[in-house]
Structure formats: C-alpha cells, structure tokens
C-alpha cells in the first residue's frame, strides 16, 4: 500500500467551508437582486417609467427652446429608455441594502478593529456616491445645459434624441459619483500605508493639477461642467486627508495602539 499523500491531509475538510461560503454568497445575491426588484416594482407602480424619465429630463428641457421637446429616433425607445432609467434608479434606491449583504457577507472575516473601518467606509461612500449623483443632477446639467443654449445659434432647433441623452446623463452620473469617492479612496490609501498623510499633504498641488486635466477630459467641453468636477474633487481631497488621519487613529490593531502609547509615554 502507498503512504497517504500529505497534500490530501492539507485539504481535507476545506470542501465544505468553500461550499458554505459560496452558499452564503448566493443567498446574499439573491437577497441583493429581491432588493433591487422591490424597488423596481415600486418606482413601476409610482412614478412610473415615463414620470422617471420626465424627472431625468427636467434640467435640460427647462432650459430649451420654447416649444422644444427630445425625440425619439429609435422605434422602440419610448418605452425602452424609460426602463433603463428605472432600473438605473433601482439599482440607486436599493444600494444600501446591497452594501449591507456585501458586509454581512465579508464581516466575519474581519478583526474587530477592521470592522471599525470597513462599515464607516461602506457608508460613506453610498452616501458621497449619491450626494455626486445628486450634485450633477441639480448644479451640473442645468448649468451645462444653459450654457449650451446660450452659445447655440438662432437657426438650429433643439431636440436632442432620448437615447443620447439617457448615456450622457448616465456617464455624467458615473463620473461624478465616482469623483465624490476621492475621501474614501484617501483614506483607504492612508490606512493600508500604501502612502503617508504627509506624502498625502505634498501631493496637493499634482492633485489640484490632476483634477483640472480629468475634469477636462471626461466632462463635456464647457468650462461650468470642468470647475463644477474639479472643484470639488480639490475639496475632498483636502477633506480625505483630514478623514485619514482620524481613521488611522480610531481603526489601529490593539497591538499597535499599545506600541504607540508606549512610545508616546
């Protein structure tokens, strides 16, 4: 008879935590998806696809042309992009809900004082994620939007096609929402030591020259959509440096905070 390979005794009863845990994945995915479904049927029964996309095209169509309207070049766009949006503000309605299976699923992992990290890290980035969704809603598209009917010549009609206007609103979405993350990602950085808050604090001027050539590059080529980026991009930069700092001091291991009041003794 062989002798019993030694790798056979690594891996022996490591099967059913790897199927537990994909079990506790699927169920926190299907808990996930029935959140973003209930929202769905909610915003369906009320306000409806079309009362979501007459909210999504407000700041623009108050600043067209009297008598202005979008279109619709595609046959099937006018129940089409009016889905899209609703799944779009689902998605937005029911994040934190998804946030919290994503947590629950990775806590029991975690030491204590991660736990002190992550949660707040998960919160605060739904809520800066939504306040930039937000920013770009009521400042960004009403300012760009006046600004462009202001430069259009006299002879041309406004009537901008819904598709269009459903991606650009959505890529305008995406990238505000991700540039309110800068805090989060600040922070994350810090805590992980991959950099130092002073490291942080002399990287300021690349960054505010960073902001201006990101904003120029993915926002429209208007100078209110440009400042309206990377203005508050430099703000948040300033206020993730602040953040890391009480980070790194609220989530240290035990260990470390004894070392450290030691060497502060």
Request: charged share 15%; net charge neutral; with cysteine.
């Amino acid at each position: 008879m062989s002798a019993p390979d030694p790798k056979d005794d690594e891996l022996a009863g490591t099967e059913a935590p790897f199927v537990s845990h994909l079990i506790e994945l699927r169920d926190r995915l299907i808990r996930a998806l029935i959140a973003v479904g209930i929202a769905f049927a909610v915003l369906v029964f009320w306000p409806g696809p079309s009362g979501m996309y007459d909210l999504l095209a407000a700041p623009l169509v108050a600043h067209l042309p009297k008598g202005a309207t979008l279109i619709a070049t595609n046959v099937i766009s006018p129940i089409l992009v009016p889905l899209k949006i609703t799944l779009m503000a689902s998605l937005m309605l029911a994040l934190p809900v998804v946030l919290y299976q994503v947590w629950a699923f990775v806590a029991p992992g975690l030491y204590s004082h991660e736990k002190k990290l992550v949660l707040p890290l998960v919160i605060s980035s739904t809520v800066l994620f939504v306040v930039g969704v937000a920013f770009c809603y009521f400042i960004v598209i009403p300012g760009m939007s006046k600004f462009i009917q202001a430069f259009a010549p006299t002879t041309i009609t406004a009537a901008p096609d819904i598709e269009q206007y459903f991606g650009f609103v959505l890529t305008l979405f995406l990238v505000f929402g991700v540039a309110f993350e800068v805090p989060v990602a600040v922070v994350v950085l810090a805590r992980v030591g991959i950099v130092s808050i002073e490291q942080l604090r002399k990287a300021r001027g690349y960054f505010i020259v960073g902001a201006f050539i990101v904003a120029a590059v993915v926002t429209p080529p208007d100078v209110i959509s440009q400042l309206a980026l990377a203005i508050p991009m430099i703000l948040l930069y300033e206020a993730g440096i602040v953040a890391a700092q009480l980070f790194i001091k609220h989530t240290q291991a035990p260990q470390d905070a004894a070392e450290e009041s030691k060497k502060a003794g």
